[in-house]
């Protein structure tokens, strides 16, 4: 019997309203380009060691159900947060790993993930190199916190953006039809993004035309002085009555100490060892509420932010679903070792292609804003900064909506 | 000179997704009916008293202004929590609103708002009654808690409804991605709504086809018990993997503590002596991370839960607009004293229309879920509460889309 064509994919880490674009773009392509079997890892390599899969074409049954899963956020596959041990600390693993690639014949594996996920493609890539394996191994892109190096942005980020953006417009409307004359009021909005402030401004896109936008914009890539912040906020009380401020869950004091450890919180560890940060809008509320008595409010987005797929970014669908299948063709043409990469061809209008690079080159290297798009005073972003996110944020990718709400795609078991 | 007939309209209490879509209504049923100036008090009767008022005429210029205002969050002419003395306390200030209402030549007095406004409108026809003024006074009911009586539900609920059922759908989507094997996790979703559990219900609607919806609902119209509470969510994390509970701010233990004024929070106190409530699915899953050892989250859906017009109800939008032009219709053609109301004609097809009742009978009542549609455990809705609600969700009211965001209409100082 000849030996199949299979392909497996797998998706790990934080999700994202576009990460099963990836998969539906993985799943489209590997049919077009003749695999045989396209399997899915179950919560990642994690369930994989399990031997936890499904055949993806019990799950996908029409162009309709691609389109279906073009909508639904989250992890369809289950995502996992899973470490691979280096290859001299656990030979084991990974041959249990290739074990169970073997025998299910699979030629290809595609990674749809961000740094730690990439991380995985290097090791296995690495592995396969040194023992003779012939599988390709297959990095696509995803994150919200467009913290990955050598892309001109991740797939998820701007769907992230998009929804943040909106939220910000319709807190700020809300919390200016509440103040009047001299009851003012603070709200504070709280973005994910644990060392990259790119969500935490993207919260000044609310800055439009009919919307003043967010007043101050912390990011972490600035050391966060509380005292600057609490006279910064009091000039602007003077000036008027709803005063908005987005802070990012990661800023921190020159000490070190993430805001939101200052009142003691701040305990859960995941298993990168991340601390799992809340509480940070909270917390400076009450700082401010204490400090100044105006009426706060604070506002965390939560993880709405990184599953809103009711508000994706038309753009983000599109090329989440380029990458995926791009990462397949790559495959398929020999490549291994590598993500793909977006590539930005022009602003005005925008275009972008993809690229291909040598995961050694991204793995855990985080991009974090650079300081010339944050304002001197490090309370703001610049005009650069916005006009990089603007274009990954437009186009609306309607919802397929049944009974009122939106539908989504969901594993059977 | 003949006296002019004008028409005054005002917003109040907190705001909707639909708030402005009723003020639309005023506005075009009022130019219909040859008002001749329509006058928009800002921040209700507080700026009112402070002659803050506007020519609508300068800010609406078209029927896509009108539609654009229909789409726009939170009280366009900015809102109040500003409760009326009873006559007998303070007979000046009633004074002083008909003075002004006698300058600007006002023959109609619409007022949008909750409880409280109708409250508002049930003082000053009284007032207008018993010292003969001629102008009629009509409110327009709003508000997302749902919890006015008389009518069959109020404008703003059906909205709130549907970004809470589409959110609920997107965090157990996003929470049942990243749960895998013996690790379990819980999300605590805490929706607002202080007496009346109408919005947090809401979330059942999460439960589709394709979506388990979430596991246990809280309501306030149960006294909730902790260790009842815990056991659930002991037997459930037996069973499954990622456990999502819904709980509503303004549940209360047996001794008549709300559940968030357990650890200590809650001190802020708004005008109409109502407890600014915050901080229950925090209380809980801290409490149910400790008892369990299971990682857990808390998510608010705070005031994007009354402002998201993004994704706005069609049902709800359209009956908003309805209710304001009725109540125009409704001072033209003579009452006063009353509030206009939605009367629900059939269910399948969906059918309403509006009634006038006399405020007398709604003010200070609240309207709570009946017990019989919640089951008898307490910790879920019945299949009586989803057909009620259902319908209400029902269409997608598409958003104005500038540079990949929702457009607003914003007052023009």
Redesign the interface.
Known sequence: MAKQRNIIVG?SG??TAVINSSLAGVYKTAKERGFHTIYGML?GV??LL?EQYVDLSTQIHSDMDIELLKR?????L???RYKLPEIHEDVAIYERIFEILDKLEIEAFVYIGGNDSMDTIKKLSDYAIIKGHKQKFLGVPKTIDNDLALTDHTPGFGSAA?YI???T???I??????T??DKEAI?IIEVMGRNAGWLTGATA??R????EGPDLIYLPEVVFDIDKFLDKTKELLAKKESVVIAVSEGIKVADGRYVCELSGGAD?VDAFGHKQL?GTAAYLAGFLGKETGC?T?S??F???Q??????A?RVDVNEAFMVGGAAVKAADEGESGKMVVIDRLSDDPYTSAVGIYDVHRIANNEKVVPREWINEEGDYVTDAFINYI?PL????YQPF??????????LKK
């Not at 409307?173 to 509440?178: I, K, L, Q, S, V």
């Not at 944020?393 to 609306?396: L, P, R, T, Y």
């Not at 909506?401 to 969901?410: D, K």
């Open positions: 998706q934080g999700p919560h994690q369930g399990d639904t956020p989250s992890a369809f289950g995502s996992c998009k953006a909106t939220s417009k319709e807190v409307r809300d919390a200016t039809g509440m009047y004359n709200t896109l609310a439009t035309e009919e919307c859960y809340q009426k409010r506002i965390e939560s993880t709405l990184r599953s809103a797929s009711h508000m970014s603007e944020i437009q186009g609306f909506m049944v009974n009122g709400l939106p539908q989504h795609l969901v």
